[in-house]
Structure formats: structure tokens, C-alpha cells
């Protein structure tokens, strides 16, 4: 049984979490946690750290005790210098209870990283698990925000992504709200849509990690797969129609329309990994060989794994990528947000400058 | 020391200054008649005159007081039975004087004063030599005891009293009756009563086997009496109440009692039950026993249901404690017999038994303990989940 630790930081962490949880309470809806427990496929331990009391009291099926407030009251109102700070003010409450839940093999990080809290704590946060966990890969989840959302969040999420490599994590797989708008009309759904799409997928994978499988892949393939490229990867994910081939739903994983972040993974991809879930009588392994040998000579280094299960083929596709030309964009829009910013802060300031200069000589007659 | 010397003496002259009065109060008697219109001088001071002789409302002497220096002095009537009357001559002597008797011309009177007494002149009326007399008897009954059982003898006592000036003679006594009893030393003549005299009479009444027990009625004693001159009366004594009594026979009498009473209890839970047996009788009882029946359902617990008695005095009480356990639901009855010589006595406690509480709402508490079990549930899961 492997052990699993899942820290949603920031509210989008916090409701991926909670996204996750409500998942793995299975099919039982709204009141299943008074009736249920919870059936994770591994030994999984959750936790929601938020400096915003108010996103933990929004959360439904994490438990109170899953619920770390980090007491900056509200928020540190996507000021990720504020929220560093923060961080090492309280480093030894976060790391205390992170190592109440034991030892783990397998550690991931779900954070957005346009917002404050999240964002600042995610990169650190690398640095000290990669300290207290030394053999346990830590993998972040990090969510890129819709690219109207303004500067500040653009910003943050060029800073925060560039603080998180540094960090060195085992892998970093990205979620793009702007790329899954397509989702949902509104922004709640979207995000309800994105939420629950990333956390049944984290649990697909936890789910495969820690099974009997008919072909093997285990934390040794996944940390090689996520070292390959520039360590920067994406998920894709394909549910086969009643009839369709093996093969056809093996590419489906690979299609655009599954992934959660933009990108050709045929030109892009370094090293992917292949998760394919469903009744026996689907499972043609031989024709499963077949189609990853050929997927191979694009993608590269393809790891695999079957597991019988009940249903429809279902497949899960994970890469890193040896370049990111969504990202570069991202950091262009980035890097011109904060000329036009800094422009305009300069010019307000010589403003204000020209117009204090009427009062320069004078002094107050009364 | 000096001053309570003189204390005493002081004391003793007042005790002697209290006893002289006493001592001197020797008080001097003398008999006088006056003829009607005659008079008399005592201590060559006092006069008295005898005015005239009445004999409507009783014998009466209408008198003149008057002395020397009292030359008008007081005029009254004085009656036969009347206390004294008082007269001070100017001199300042005092005399009590009584009306003795009275005759159609004349009167005696008894004449009382501090001083020694002398008739120093007399002033004849016309005194009658013979006085008309008349005897007036009174008489009055007691019986002792005044309540007797069928049996017994009660004592009957007559005081007869003669409170006029003759005596009394040829008198008989009809005493009243009561129906079945019997009269012991009942004179029915009885012997002249003198002027003044008292007589008692007493005998003795045997309350008869047949006497009706209650308050009966004993008629009054009657007399019928002549005076010397021939002359006869009657007087009559109040009726009496006799209570007669039934005969007390000595036996015991025992009663027995159950506390508490009709009592409503759970089943399997102590029922206390006190037995008190009483001896209300006026013998003491031997060898009392108590036998006590036990229905179905019921069984003792604690205590001796039967105990034995040797011997109850009267108006003593035995009491014991008894525990009994009802095991089945339901009206119990409990009988408690005392035995005693040939005779018996039951008391009876009847109680309700119910189902424990706990076992009427048996079904309820099951029902209600997994609905209970599930609502903690999901109060602790809800909390579990609520930040
Ligand atoms: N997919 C997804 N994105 C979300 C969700 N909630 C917020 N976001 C995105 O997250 C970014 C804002 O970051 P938050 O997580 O709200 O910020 P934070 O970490 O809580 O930091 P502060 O609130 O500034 O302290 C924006 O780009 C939002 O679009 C969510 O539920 N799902
Ligand atoms: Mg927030």
C-alpha cells in the first residue's frame, strides 16, 4: 500500500482537494460522508492549508481536522511576497501537521499559480518536503489561471512557476483554466468541471500506482517519466466508446480534447505514461504493445500499465513535454503586463511628482 | 444583729396585734320572747319592741330598735330563716338579732353581741304561752355509684331535713322503683323528724339478673308527714339515673392489620409489609398464632411470615416486617389470619404489581437505540466534515 500525501494549497488547491475527497466517497452524493467513509485506492492523506479562513469553511468533504489555516485572515490577497513571508513565519505549524500523517512514498501539491497563498506557498513548500521526504517524488499540480484575469495573476503565475522549478520537484503536471473554459458556460461550473476532472484523474493514477497490474507501472516509472524534458507535463485522459479498439482509445488519451494544458504531444513530448483501466475482454495486450511501440518513435519513452477493472476501456495519459510553447506565450502576456504596469506606475508617479512641484517654494498661510 | 432583733420583736407584735381580735371575739347569746307589743331593755341601753306577729310569707316579727340616745331608732321586719339583723344603740352597742320563732302574740328571738347580755327591764304584752308549730320537711336522694352493672348493689341514701318549727310526725316514705331491682333496709315509716333535724336513710339496691341495661329512671322518693297538731304535708325528692351496665366478661380480643394498603409496586421490586397484631380485649391472649397465605406470583423475601406468639396482654400490640417480591404482573392479595383460643381474625392486603418501567418501554428503548446509535453517527460525521 503506498502512502500518499495531497496538499491543496490556496482555494483552487483546497477545491481540488475537497474535489477528490468528494470522489472518493464513490457514487454516493451529497450524503454519502453521514453514511460512508471515504475509499481512496492507497493510503492517501489530505490536507487543505489556506491562510483564507473563509475557503476552508467552503469546503464540504474534507474532514475539519484535514483543514490547516495558516492565520493570515483573509487571504494574502495574491501578494506572493506576503505570502513567503507567511510561509516561514508559520513553517513549523504546516510541517507539524504534515508529519502527523506519517511517512510517505508519493507526495503531491495542487496549487493555483496566479493567486497569493498557493502560489508563494507551493515553491517553498517543494523545498521543504524535498528536505523531510528525501526518497518520496513530489509532484505539483498547478493550476495556470484564465488569461483575462489581469496582470497581477499573470504575473504570479510566471513568477510562482518559475519559483517551483527552481525548487526542483520531481515533476510539475499543469492545468490550464483557460485552456478548459471550454468546459462550462459560467465560471463556477468551470471551475466545478476543472476541479473534478483533475482529482478523478490524480485518483486514476493513485489508483494504478498502488494496484496488482497486468502490466507494470510503478513510482519508479513515474518519476521517470516526470524527469524526462523540461520536467513540465500535462495529463490527457480518453473514455472508449462500447466498440471501439484498444488502440483507439489509446490515442484518444493523446487527443487535444483530454488534456488539461495545450499542447501537440506528438511534436512536444518526451516521455509519457499510460494508464488503461477496463474489462478483460478490452484488454488486448498484444495490440496494447503494438500501439505504445508506435507511439513510442514520436512521443519517446511510453511506460505503461494495465489494470483489470470493471467497465469501458478508460485511459489515462501522462507526459512531460521538452517544450512548452503555451508557457512561452503565458510569460510574454507575463512580461508585458508588468512593462505596461510598471510604465503606467512611473508615469502616475511623475504625475503626482508635477503636481506636488506647484507647492514646492510655498509654505501654509494661516 | 441589733436590727434583726428588733425585726423579730416587730415581727411578734404583729402576729399577737392579728391573734387578739380573735381571742376577743367572744361572742354572747342570749334568748329573748316578747309579748306582741311588749318590750325589752338590754344593758339598761337598747330597746327593743315587738310591733307586731305575720304570718303571711312565713312567720315574721315587725321590731322597734331604739336606745337612749337613739330615740328614733330603725324599725324591721324580720323573718323566720332570715340572717340576723344588726342594730347600734347611740352608745355605740351593737346587737345581732335573729327571729327564733314566732307565735300569734309574741316572738323569740336570739340576740348576739361582743358584751355580756342582761334583760334589764321587761315590758309585758300578751305573750301566748303555746306556739303554733309546723313542720316542713325537705328531702333529697343520692344513689352511689350512679352506674352499676346487672349484679351489683348500688347504696341509696335519703337525707331527710325538717326546716320548720315542729316536728314532724306519722311520716311515710313511698320511694320510687325501678323495674327489677330490689331494695335492702327500705324503711316505709320512718320516725318524727323534731324541728331542725336531720335524717339519713340508706339502703341498699340490688340491681336484678332481668334489669334492662341503659339509663333507667328511678321516680322520686315521696313524703307524706303530719304535723302535732294533725295537720299533713307532703314533699317530694328529684327523680334519679341509674346506669346499668352489662356484665364485662374477660376475653381477649385480637385484631390485625396489614400497613401499607393497596399499594402499587413494580414487578421483581421489595414490598415492605408491616403486620401489627393488637390485643383489644380485656384478657391477655395465649398462644396466638399467624398464618399467612401467599397467592401465586407472590413470594416472601424477607422477614418470618408466621410467627408465634405466647402471649398478648391487652392493649398491647406485636408488630413484625415482612418483605414480600411480586413476580408477576398484576392484583396480588396477600391474607394475614391471626389465630387465638378458638376464634380468628383476617386481614387482607391487596396490591397492583406492574411491569418494570424498564420493560414497558423495552420495545421502545430498542427501537430507539439504533435510531439513537444513528443519529450520533451522523452528528459525529457531520462534525468530522464542518470547519
Ligand atoms: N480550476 C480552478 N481554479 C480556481 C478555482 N478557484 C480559484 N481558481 C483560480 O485560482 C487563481 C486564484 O488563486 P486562489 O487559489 O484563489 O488564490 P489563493 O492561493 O487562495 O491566494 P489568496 O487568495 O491571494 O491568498 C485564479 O486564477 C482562479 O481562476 C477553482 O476552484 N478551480
Ligand atoms: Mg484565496
Redesign the interface.
Known sequence: MLNILVLGLGQCGNRILDAMNREAFGRGGAFA???TRQKFPASVKTIAINTAIND??G???????D?LHVPHLHGVGANRTLGKRVFEDNKEIIMSEIDKRGAFDLIFIITSAAGGSGSSFAPLLVRELKETYTNAPVICITVLPFREEGSIFLQNAAFCLKDIIDEKPTGVLLVDNQYLKKYAGDIKSAYDKINNTTARRLLFLIEALNSEMLMVTDLGDLKTVMNGGIGIGTMGFYEASKDSTIKSAILGSFKPSGLLFPTNVYKEGARAMLIIKGDKKYLNLDLITKTIEELSVEVGQVFKGVLVQRGRPRVLSLFTLNSVPELEKLYAAAAEAIRFERDRQDQSKSQLDSAFSHIEDLEPIY | MNGCRVLMVVVAAALLMLLFPMTAAGVETTNVTIGANGYIVLNNDIYIELLDVGSDMGWSAQVHFYSYQDSVGTKKTLYIGDISTSYTSGSGMTIDVTLDSAFSNGAAFVIESSKKLYVTERHAGKVETEAVTVPKLTITRTIDPNSAEIGQTVKVTLTIKNTGNGTATDIMLDEGTIAKTYKDGCPSEIDDIAAGATERIEYDLKIGDEVQPGMREMPASVLNYESESGVSDSTQSQSNILEIILETVLLPELTISIDPINYVVTCGDDVPMVITITNVGNATSEKVYVKGDLHPGVRLKGGELEPVYESIKPDKSEEYEVTLVADEEGEHVVEMKVMWADEEETAVFEFRAEKSGLEKYYVYIIAAIPILLILLWLIKRRREYSY
Open positions: 460522508k453521514y453514511y476552508l469553511k469546503l464540504v468533504d474534507t474532514r475539519a481536522k483543514r
